[in-house]
């Protein structure tokens, strides 16, 4: 039995779902664990440490001074450090920085900007994971969702020319949000992505993250 | 007389076993804010599916709701669930496993759905373990 982790979960205070509904409820539908990356403003107050539940943190920066800053700060404080992308000087900010873990919606909510071949490669040789939100999928229709669908399609092909790690996460707010693994994989086989890909990319991928394995060692015996 | 006929005919109409059309059972959950209604529950099915393959690949489906029941011993929370058998293609497992997973409101009443399993038969998925 794998183990299936989803790593973008936003939970109270940023939401109104609290940590243990959402564990609940993810437990159910076959997770080992979810990391809960709110947004800076409102990160979880104490620190919940298990095996079960990380928490994470999702910086959302105006400018790349601010991301810099707000790295700093988090980096050794929380289980992981995702950046809220979108931006082109943001992506490339984050994915330049081996502090940073995950790239999250690197093409930004509605797929409005993108990667390129030179982000991926930094993101590669970094370590930092790059995440396909699900949620994007789910929530749009029609042209949104092709151009979404057509934008991770994109990213998969340089992902897997770079061999980055990649993560499906689905960006839940709320314990309608979540998804069960194997819903997780057949969306994610929309565009492209071959099954034993999605797995790896919800068992073996988060769990490396975790462990820091893609980190060169200066990085890891800091934390 | 009358009543040859219809033995007759119902012989004829009797598809053969090796024209039938195999099939898939799901079992799902759907978990949401509010009771949701059959109708309005395989409307947004149908809406969902219609906007990720189109007129041709919803043809294809071949989806029919089997059973249909709301849970009622439940302690917890108010969030209400409810588990009911789908119908569909047999090879079609993965298309709609996905159009499920693309629901996410029913009538402004969020829900999430995740299928439990799948089987050949009725009694397969329904069984309890």
């Given at each position: 039995?794998?183990?299936?982790?989803?790593?973008?979960?936003?939970?109270y205070?940023?939401?109104?779902?609290?940590?243990?509904?959402?564990?609940?409820?993810?437990?159910?539908?076959?997770?080992?664990?979810?990391?809960i990356?709110?947004?800076?403003?409102?990160?979880?107050?104490?620190?919940?440490?298990?095996?079960?539940?990380?928490?994470?943190?999702?910086?959302?920066?105006?400018s790349?001074?601010?991301?810099?800053?707000?790295?700093?700060?988090?980096?050794?404080n929380?289980?992981?450090?995702?950046?809220h992308?979108?931006?082109?000087?943001?992506?490339?900010?984050?994915?330049?920085?081996?502090?940073?873990?995950?790239?999250a919606?690197?093409?930004?909510?509605?797929?409005?900007?993108?990667?390129?071949?030179?982000l991926?490669?930094?993101?590669?040789d970094?370590?930092?994971?790059?995440d396909?939100?699900?949620?994007?999928?789910?929530?749009?229709?029609?042209?949104?969702?092709?151009?979404?669908?057509?934008?991770?399609?994109?990213?998969?092909?340089?992902?897997?020319k770079?061999?980055?790690?990649?993560?499906?996460?689905?960006?839940?707010?709320?314990?309608?949000?979540?998804?069960?693994?194997?819903?997780?994989?057949?969306?994610?086989?929309?565009?492209?992505?071959t099954?034993?890909?999605?797995t790896?990319?919800?068992c073996?991928?988060?769990?490396?993250?975790?462990?820091?394995?893609?980190?060169?060692e200066?990085?890891?015996?800091?934390? | 007389?009358?009543a040859?006929?219809?033995?007759?005919?119902s012989?004829?109409?009797?598809?053969?076993?090796?024209?039938?059309?195999?099939?898939?059972?799901?079992?799902?959950?759907?978990?949401?804010?509010?009771?949701?209604?059959?109708?309005?529950?395989?409307?947004?099915?149908?809406?969902?599916i219609?906007?990720l393959?189109?007129?041709?690949?919803?043809?294809?489906?071949?989806?029919?709701?089997?059973?249909?029941?709301?849970?009622?011993d439940r302690?917890e929370?108010e969030?209400?669930?409810?588990?009911?058998?789908?119908?569909?293609?047999?090879?079609?497992?993965?298309?709609?496993?996905?159009?499920?997973?693309?629901?996410?409101t029913?009538?402004?009443?969020?829900?999430?759905?995740?299928?439990?399993?799948t089987?050949?038969s009725?009694?397969?998925a329904?069984?309890?373990?």
């Amino acid at each position: 039995m794998p183990e299936y982790f989803d790593l973008n979960v936003h939970a109270y205070p940023e939401t109104a779902a609290p940590v243990e509904e959402l564990l609940r409820v993810a437990k159910r539908y076959g997770y080992a664990g979810i990391a809960i990356t709110n947004h800076d403003e409102a990160v979880v107050p104490e620190p919940l440490e298990s095996n079960t539940v990380f928490t994470g943190v999702e910086i959302h920066a105006q400018s790349v001074v601010e991301l810099k800053r707000k790295i700093k700060r988090y980096w050794g404080n929380v289980a992981l450090v995702a950046v809220h992308g979108g931006d082109d000087k943001i992506n490339r900010a984050a994915v330049e920085n081996p502090k940073v873990d995950i790239l999250a919606h690197p093409c930004g909510e509605k797929g409005e900007s993108g990667l390129n071949h030179v982000l991926v490669r930094y993101a590669a040789d970094n370590g930092v994971a790059i995440d396909f939100n699900m949620n994007a999928l789910i929530r749009s229709r029609r042209g949104d969702r092709a151009r979404v669908i057509g934008k991770m399609r994109d990213n998969l092909k340089l992902v897997r020319k770079y061999n980055a790690p990649m993560i499906l996460t689905s960006h839940a707010h709320s314990i309608y949000d979540l998804r069960a693994p194997r819903e997780l994989i057949a969306l994610a086989t929309l565009f492209g992505m071959t099954k034993e890909e999605a797995t790896s990319a919800l068992c073996d991928t988060p769990q490396g993250i975790l462990e820091k394995r893609w980190k060169k060692e200066r990085d890891v015996e800091v934390l | 007389m009358t009543a040859d006929i219809g033995i007759i005919m119902s012989v004829l109409l009797y598809l053969l076993p090796s024209l039938r059309e195999r099939r898939r059972y799901l079992l799902f959950e759907l978990m949401g804010e509010r009771e949701i209604d059959k109708r309005e529950l395989m409307k947004e099915i149908w809406n969902s599916i219609y906007s990720l393959y189109g007129d041709v690949g919803a043809s294809e489906s071949k989806l029919w709701l089997i059973k249909y029941h709301r849970l009622e011993d439940r302690k917890e929370e108010e969030s209400t669930l409810i588990v009911g058998v789908l119908r569909c293609a047999h090879n079609k497992v993965e298309e709609v496993r996905a159009s499920l997973a693309c629901i996410h409101t029913v009538n402004d009443a969020r829900v999430g759905i995740r299928v439990i399993r799948t089987s050949g038969s009725i009694k397969g998925a329904s069984r309890r373990r």
